[in-house]
């Protein structure tokens, strides 16, 4: 199992690696975090015996898309061993349907008897029982950054933003020995998740590391503008048992009972049905169907087309060591879901038709992660950076500036159908 990058607890510490020791252009731009984790455990039908006297529906579906943009340009010069990573992303989906039997044995046609004890309470008409989680991050993190003196430590952090989401929904009803529904039961549980990054940047640096002595690996220059991950992990689990009884006779006999209001109940009815804990023997009748819905949609939405330009200038050559690091990927998306929906332990009986149906569709379009990377000359490359490092007309060389979201119109159709 692949294991999510970033903490998701806040309280943790990020660790910063990088040595102060030394003159340095550093820049973090992306390591960006987005994060969902939601959890539906709905408990309300903590049961012992379920009869549906109509038909059965029990959807359960997963759909999670990862799509990612990371296409980036990289232009590099000096004498360094340049360290580039322009890719490396990683992208997870992982879908899990559980059934859980939690071992109560069957009591259908034993002589168990309830007891005489019976409180029969009527929901006249349908019933919904809705819960739905919805959460979104959207993150807008793209900079633009200058580096261009070696005289000092310069450790510019311009992403690692965070955006999370928590949600837990615990639905506990009242506790019935014995639900009847008149109607059809329909079971709906779903999971979204979608994480979108683009992260297309373009990355500038000109190094001169004549100077750096041998063995000394913190000088060499290092460039990563991939190295992202997106993950959608979503788990559904049915906790009941799994086997499905036809009614008989008996049932209709006491379904027929119920629906008439009778109060005057024959005591041999309960013959077969099992009482759990208290002496009452509680009823729940409900006339209508049943819309016992889950849903979770989540979604990461993160832009982050960062413009780093890193310059040594060449007085550096003589001076100490320098350090250059830029970083403008390393991006964590990541969506985390659990629905836990309980049936009844004991027995479960079905009039009609049982349909179940389970559905997983998980997609990973790549739309683009089509790098350059050019090595270039050293006085081109140092030409071409002066715009950028000239004195500035004004106030500063470092601010945040915003790109727009680049798209391959050539796969917009695709993201048109796929997203909305
Ligand atoms: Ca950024
Ligand atoms: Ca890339
Ligand atoms: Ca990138
Ligand atoms: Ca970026």
Redesign the pocket.
Known sequence: MPVFPAALDPEEEPEDSHSTDVPAQIVTA?SNLAANVAGIFDINHALGTLVVVGDYFRTDAIVQLNLYV???NIKYAGDGIFQIE?GGNEAFNIATFLDTDPGVPSFAGSNVFPGIDWHVDVLDGDLYDVSVVTQQNWLYDSDISVQDSYLTNYQLLMGANEQGNFAEIITIGGDYDLVVVLGDYHEINFIYQKNVLL???TLKVLGYDESFPEGESLTDPSIT??K?WLQNEALIEQWGTQSYQELTPAWEALIAQLNNGDTELDILAGLGIPNFDDPAFNILLITGDVYDVNAIKQENVVA?A?VVIQTLPAAAADADPTMQVAS??ENALGNFATILNTGPAADYYIGGELYEDEMLIQTELVASDDDSIKESNPDALANELVAFTSPPDEEGHDEDGVAGPVYDSGHSDVLGNVLT
């Open positions: 992306g990371d296409d980036d322009g992260d297309p940047d503008s991939g992202n982050d960062d403008t990927g």
